[in-house]
Every structure is written in C-alpha cells, then in structure tokens.
C-alpha cells in the first residue's frame, strides 16, 4: 500500500515532466534553456514536501512567476519570437510551479499546463519522440487526474471545518498519508484506462473524417531537425559531416526481395555548381522555373520528354526535412511523382522548381520533407547492390544540355590557378583521345593514387587543391571531385561539381533502406560531345530548338573507402537504431501523415478484404445471401446484435440463469419470510424508516419502537416472527403468512394515511 | 381536561379554480420524463471543453494529424469519465437517521448512510445531499471511498431557523469522480420528517402557587406524598411503616397516618392564535411591529408583523412552559382557537413543544396541522424525553473520511 500524497505527487511529477519533454522534442527552445529546464524539473521534483510550507517558497511561489513574465517579456524586446518567448514561459512556469507547489490547487495548475505543454507539442513538433511522450501521456494522464481531483476533493470538503465523528477536526495530512485511499488495485485501474482511452483515441483517429475547412496548415517542421545540406561548397569547411549518423533519406525500391542485401549503394543527385573560385564552389546561375506537370494528375512530372515512365521501375523516396529544399534523384530518372499531404485553402501548393544544372527543388512545404516515387529507365543502374560506387550514368533530364553561350562556364578556372595542375592534367591524359577516355584516366588515378582522409590539412591552404595534388596527396570527396573538374577543365573539357548522397543501408523493421548524412558525397558531371552532332539548320535559333550534342555523364574520383557508407549494419547499436528508426518511419507514415487518401484507401481495403472473404465463401452475386452479407446490412445486423446481447446481458446479471436447484422445505420457509420481511422493509423505507444495512433488523425495529415512532410496536412485531421463522425453526403455515400480510397491509395503510394528514 | 379541536379540513377549491391538469398527472409525468441523470459542467470541465474544441478547431481546419490524436484523447477522457461516474454512482443506497427532537436555534446532527453494493468496485468521491421538500439543500455529506460491500457513515451538523415540520424528500448522489469534469448526480427519494420545536429561552416561572389565583389552584386530597393529611385507624394490608406508634399506644390499636397526595401545581398557560381577517391586516409593512410584538391587535397591523409577533409568543409560552415543567408543574396550554394541550415532569415538555411546532395562526383558512395529544399521553409519534426537559444536547457535524 501507498501513501494517497506520494502517489498522487510522483503522478504530477511525471505529468509535467512528460509535458516538458513534450516541448523539448519540439526543438524550439535554444539549448541553454532546454538544459536549465531540464535542470529545473530535476530539482523541483527533488524539492521536499516539507519546503513547500516555508516561507521563502510560499514568497517564491507568488513572485516567481511574476518574475519569469518580467524576463520573457524583456527577451521578447530583444529580439526573440513570440513562440520562442511564451514556449520558455510556459515551460520554466511549469518548472516554477513544481517547485513551489503547494495544495491542491497548484497540482491542478500543473495538469493544466502539462495539457497545454501537449498542445504546443503536438502543434509545433511531432516527431517520433513526441509520440512516445504522448504514449506516457496516456498512461499517466487518467491516474493523475483522479489523483488530483480526490486531492482536491479532500482538501475542498474537508477543510472547510469539518469534523469527524470523535468531534475532531478532519485531519486532511492524515488522509493524505494514509494508505487505505491508493492501493494497488486503484493504481492498475488507473493505469489500465490507458488501454480504452488508447483504443478509443485510436478508433477516432481512424474514423474521424480527414475533410474539413482546411483553411491554414502548420508550416511547422514536425521532427525539429533539418538535414544539412549546403547550397555552396567550400573545401576549407565541409568534411565533417561523415560522422553524422541522422537519416537524410529513405528509399524503398520496387520489389525487394525476401531477403534484401544490407547495402545497397544509390547515387542520389542534388545540385551542381559551375564555377569555382579556387576554395569554393557556387552557381553562375540562379533562375528557377516551376516545372509543368502532366496534364492528367498534377503530381506527376515527366522529366524527360517522349518517356512513358508509368512502366518504369520505381523508387520510393523519403526526404527528411531539409535546406534547401532539394529533390534528390536517382540516376536514369525519368520521372517523378510527388506524393502530397493535405493542401490547405490558404497554403501555397506544393510545385517543382527546376533551378540551374538540373537541380530540382520543391516549394510550399518549406521545413517539411518531401516524399515522392521516382521512375528510373534502367533499374540495374546504380541499384544494383554493388559495392563499387564507381557506376557510369548518365544524365536523362529534358533539356540538360550546354548551349554554345554556356560553354565557357564549365570551363571557367580559378583566378589564382597553379600552372603544375593543367601539367599533371596533360600528364595523366597522355595518350587519351576523347573526352569520355581522359575523364576516365583522371578518375583512376586520383582514386589510386590518392587517399580518403576527412581530416586533411589542405583545407586550410591558400590553394586546396594545389596543396591536396601535390604535397598532402589526401582529402574528402569534396577535394577529390574538385581536383578532377579543375584537371578536365584544364583539358577543355566542360564539368561541374556534383553533390547529393551516395549510400543506402537496409532497415530490417522498416524494410527500406537509409542514406545518412554520413553519406553525403560530391562527384564530377562531365559533358561528352556527341561524335556526330548533327549541325542545327542555320535559319534556326539555337535557343529555340535545343539541339542535343552530347550529355553529361557522372564520374566518381574519391576512392571507394570513402564513397562507401561508414556505417556498419551489424550489431546491437545497429539493432535497436534500425528499431527506432522503422518506428519514427510508421509514426511519420501512419500517423503523421494519414490523410484522407489513407482513410479511404483503408476503408476500401477492409471492403475489397471483406468481398473476397464473401467470395471465398462462395456467395453469389445477385442473390438473396449476396444482398444480405452487404457491408451495410453487415453494419446494421451488428448493432442490432450488440444491442439485443447487452439487453440479455442486463436480463442475465439479474436473473441468474443457472437451473433452479430442487430447495427445501426449510429453504421455501426461508425464503417466503424474507419476502415478507422485505415487504416490511420496503413499507417502512417508503415512510422514512428504513434500515440501515448495518443495523440488524431486530436493533432496527426495537430502535422504531424506543423513538416511539408510528406502527413501531407492529414492526417489532412482525421482526419478531420473521426471525423466529427464519432462524427459529418457527413453523410457516398459511395463517402465519396471512396475519403478516395483513398487519404489513395495515402498516402501510396507516403510514400512508398520517403522510395524508400531513399534506392537509 | 382533553378538550383538543381540530380544525375542519378546508374545503376544495371551486371548480371553476381548478387546474385544467390535476397536479398529480404533472407529478406522474414529470417523473416519468425526469433524466435519471444530471451532469453539470464544473469549472475544470468548461476549462477542459474549451480546450477540445479548441484543440478539434484546430484539427480540422488544420488537418494536422496530431491535433486529431490529441482531440481523440480528450474525448476519449470525456467518455471514460461518463463511464467511471456511472459506475461511481450506481448501486449505491443511502439511509437518513433524524435525531429524535430538534428545535430552533439549537443544531442537530443528520446522519447519513450510505451502502455500496457492488460486490469488487469501490465508489470515489460520493456527495450526497439531503433534500427537504421546499428548502435549498445546503447540507451535504462528502464520502471519499466507499469500498465494495461496506457502508460508510458520514453527518452533517443542521441548525432549524423555523419551526414547524422539516420534510426530507431523498437524496441526491453526486460525483465528480473521476477527473473533476463534470458532476454526475442522481437522486433517491426517501420520506423522512422532523419536527422542529420552537426556540425556547431561559425565563424564570412564575411564582408558586399561594391558595386559589386565577389560572392556578391547589387541591387536597388522600394519596401517597410526604405531607401528613389525617389519622386514622389501621386495616389489614396498610403499610406497617405509616403506624403512628405514639398514637396508637394511647389509644391502643394502631392508628396510620394518612398521607396527602403529592399535588403539583397545575399552570394553566394561554396563547391567542386568531390572527385578523380582510382590511384589518394589510400586507405591507405599516412599522407597527412593537405593537405585533405586545400581542395587542390593531386595525394598522400588517400580516408580516402579526406572524412575527406570534411566533414570538410561541417562544415565549414554549419557554415559560419549559422552565414550569422543569419545576415540576403541570402546564396545561390552551389557544384561543379551542385546542389544548398537557404536559407534566413524568412526560416531559415534548407533547406541548410539538404542539407549539405544529401550531398554524387560526381565523383563516389556517388549522392546526395535527391533533394534540390528549391530557397526560404523550402524543403519537413523538418520544418522550429520556433525561429530563432538556432538548437536544449539543451535538458535533460528523464527517468521516472513507
């Protein structure tokens, strides 16, 4: 047994905590206060019972608070948001609240603000680990709601001068630390209204219609994270993100097989740059243009022309959150289709941009991620499973092409350039004719003869890639793809800088496979004229009629220790990382995103499962069995059913349904008396004397006769003959029976007169 | 001495001021269309609702599904308190034990019992109020665990500021288990009547019979009291110990002392009940309450302070009795409207206090509501006092934590 007070304080205690983490996962408060939160509520939980009453608390509880409004307020003048400033408020409040803490009263302002801690939860966060909370929530919330409310009960009614029956005032700490209020029994109840709240909060999340006004949608990002990934590249900065294990990417490809490999390598393209300014990269363009979509569905978007990509394999893709928002694309795409959640009336649409070097992103949805299906032409290529990143592709976008103005661009070298790297250039190109063969000689010697290292000094150097060629021989990808373009570059050859992700690693839970930001990788686009470009009518505006001389084809110099995801895939880390992963994955799909589309496609399931279940029973269409078992008639019949078994149930928990045993003699007597005497009982409650449970019938009826009450002696009378009939072995015969009807009748006739006289 | 009057009873009213519908159908059918259940929002409730449809708003117009999570949580809260209350509320029955006496200005405890009946659930937070026909109910007993198959015992301290009959109709169950949401109740009709005997005040009695004075007299006659009456010569059977020994060895044969009866003085106490009729007694006030109170009539008399004059003569007649019959008196009363009433120190001042409780101004349409106990028998339904005239002892409000 536990004491009522230290049950009902560690409940609070864990409401507000979870309220807290609820907010913490919401990522909207800095990490200085997130810590002296979380310093806070260790403390105020940690706070004896007994401080509360003194008076520094009692003084802190009024002035604190007071306080703490002074300070946001002051924040806010500083140039903090508003949500920034009342999401602190409200949590250090909380923290304020625990600490000085004192009745009945503060405990319920704290369920409150855990309430409205959940709330802004569930407004501006939503991830996985604000579900766990709201899974706590629902365990903790029905117990410490009767707790707090019987505390309040307790302090409300009994100290309002109450005593109890010695003549002592009600000793409400008493009843606080007693043991016999919360017992076991009550805390298992409590904690099993989880399972019908849980149910019944899981029904009306399925059921509840996804249709309605739709006039704004949270623009919030839901996980509090962003992926990171750079607009620019700078070789003295970037490197560092192969530690980071986060998840940028989810892919699912089309017909996995039943025993998928753990990796699966896929060159994923975001953006390219053109120009290098001899330490980072950047973009000489930045015009975007939305994309037009097909004609028949506004999702779809065919990214090459004169492809029916609807047959082509496809490829599921989950972005994280992400800026900027880059759509990343397999290679060989052809097409696209977005898969969107619910538009609001005001919200912007969620559209395709296409932006210079066929870098694609998406507006609308800022601070969201994006999923969407891509159709890929040739399915072997770069998902093939092998280990060797080193896969040629090349570019199948509409309209990916160099135009003659544009030439010069992705032959643009920097303005401090070491004249010993267009020598090396030459060197390793001795002998090589084409393009296609000189970018292959140069992309094996770099991955040969040079080594991966995140950690390498050039970075720091007035000339990285000068100081990576020749002295440190050693670099990220990032110094590997630069070298390259600026070595083919140096050659005549167009390039630009790719970067996006390369990687892919199978979650066993969630069977998909996952591109960390570990991942993210930086590769060579080089442009192979065509061997026979037909030359375009000279009557033609080149612009006018793009004509295609030649494509883009991926090069990868960084050697495969370094392309290859760092990650390992085995182990118990790996385990339970793949666990948590694969659930924050459901809860994103299935919950976060269950949208009306969902609901019907769910609803249509359970009647596509239900009409092949009538097939296989072998109904025929048409006839009286097939319009009977109808989903409706179904739903009907069932709650005619429910209805009809509650009433029985009711009808049987009444009357016990067990066949009447053979009674005896002794038992008929029994029971013909105490009918009558309930009879007696029944009359004399009608006129306000009845009997107490407690008090025997004997004590009652002598009781009714020393208070001189009306028809006193004849109830004595007649609790005399029940008992020595019941417990007496007094016999029952019919005159027996007779008189005691008879002077019950009579009772009843003289209460019922007096109660006449009264009324006149 | 029994000369008791009842009051006719009143005749009906004309048909024409009859009600088209008989009260007792209106009874019937507002029973029968009564809810069995009432639920109030309490103040955490209409926070709590404003909170969901806040919460359900802004599901909607968000489709944000977490706010449908959220929304579905907080109803599902609503249903499991319906749920839980129900279960709080039902099988629960409640027993009303009425002091023996209760007078005005002077508290009396109400016990209230109240037996759960379910066999493995326990009942949290059970309030019950006792309800009197026609007076709000302030009283209410406050149960904060009743276990399955016990009964827990709580009691609320009342103090009457009205004579008269107090009739306790039932009970009303209320919960706010188990979130504080909402308030369930229910109620449970069970008749209960006290009697409320006029407030009484300390007044001395008056002063003790000296020979025959109007309203007093004083008898003589043979009995078995301590004063000596006569002599006379003893019989077979008479009490060996009355022998007057001196006298009897003068004259030889035993000779008794005869003794006198042990007369009490009988006060005879009178009280005008006829309150005037038409344009003598307006009823708004006129301030002529000081001559209300001096018991005089007078055409300028409004009915307020003839009321309040009236009952200020009861109490002064109940007190005067009282303080007689604590003497040893007899106190017969008699109103101006025929009925009397007795009481003497072997029944106690109950019989006449009930009276007085009971009594309605006669002269209008007004009787006395129950008949007055005939001359030296305490009257029906009324216990005779246990330990002398005192009335109701004080008493404590009972309240007990389940």
Redesign the interface.
Known sequence: MIRFGLVHRIMTDALAALGIFAVLTTGTLTQPVAILALVGLLGAILIPESWQHKPAMRQAATFAPLALFVLELARLALGLTALEVAVEFATLLQVVRLATRRGAAHD?QIV?IA??H??AG??LG?SLS?GLC?FG??IV??GA??L???R???EG??RQG??????LP?DVPR?LR?R??VGRSFLAMTSL?AV???L??????VL?P?V???????NHNRSGRMVGFSDHVDLGQVGMLRSDPSIAVRFEPQNLPADPPEKMILRLRGTAFDRYDGKAWSRTKDERKPVDSMLFDADWYNLTKGYDFSKKTKIGFEVEPIDPTVVFLPPNVVGLHLRL??K?ILNEPIRLERGPEAEFRYTGAEGHGISYEAYVETPGTGTGGASDVRDVATSRIADDVILPEDRGRYLQIPPVFAKRIPELAHTWTAGKATPAEKALAIETHLREDYTYDTGSPSGGTDEPIDHFLFTSRRGHCEFFSTAMALLLRAEGIPTRNVTGFVGGSFNRFGRYYAVREGDAHSWVEVWIDDPTPPPPPPTTPPRMIPVKRGHWQTFDPTPPSGAQPLESTTGPWVFVRDLVEAMGQKWNRY?????LDTQVQLFQSARNRYDVAREKAGIKKGGLTDKLTRPRWVILAGIAVATIAAAIYRRRKKKPTAPPKKKSADEVTAERITALYKRLEKTL????H?????VPPLKHAESLV?????GGDDALALTETYLAVRFGGSPLDAGVEAAFAAKLTALDAAYTA??K??R? | MTDVTVLPTPPSPPAGDRPWIPSAWLALFHRRTKMPRRLKFTREGKFFIGITLGVGFAAINTGNNLLYLLLGMLLALIVVSGILSEISLQQLTVVRKLPHRAQVGRPHVVEVEVFNHKPRIPSYAIEVEDLRAGQPADKRCFFLKISPGSAQVAAYRRTPQKRGRDEHIGFRLATRFPFGLFEKSREILLDGSLIIYPQTEDVPPNAPPRGDREGERVAIRRGYGDEFLALKPHRSGEDLRDVHWRKSATVGQLVLRERAEDQKPEVRLALDVHRPVGEDLPNHATGALDAALAGNRSPSLTREAWDAGFERRIRDVASKALAHVKRGDVVVLRTSAGESVRSDPSVGIDPILRFLALLQPAGEELAVEAKPAPDRAAPANVPAPTSGPALGSPVTATSEAG
């Not at chain 1, 919950?591 to 949208?595: E, I, N, Q, R």
């Open positions: 319920q409150v309430l409205l959940f709330v569930t407004v939503g604000f709201f929530f629902l919330a029905p709601l009767v707090s409310h019987l309040r009960e307790v009614n009994y109450a005593r109890d029956r010695t003549g009600v009843i007693s016999r209020v209204l019908p709240v849980f019944f909060t899981a029904a009306l999340f509840f996804r309605g006004l739709s006039l704004f949608l949270m959640p619910p609001g919950v976060v995103g269950y949208d409650a009608a006129h306000g009845g009997r107490a449970p407690t020393a208070s001189k009450v009306l007096a109660a006289a009264r006149t």
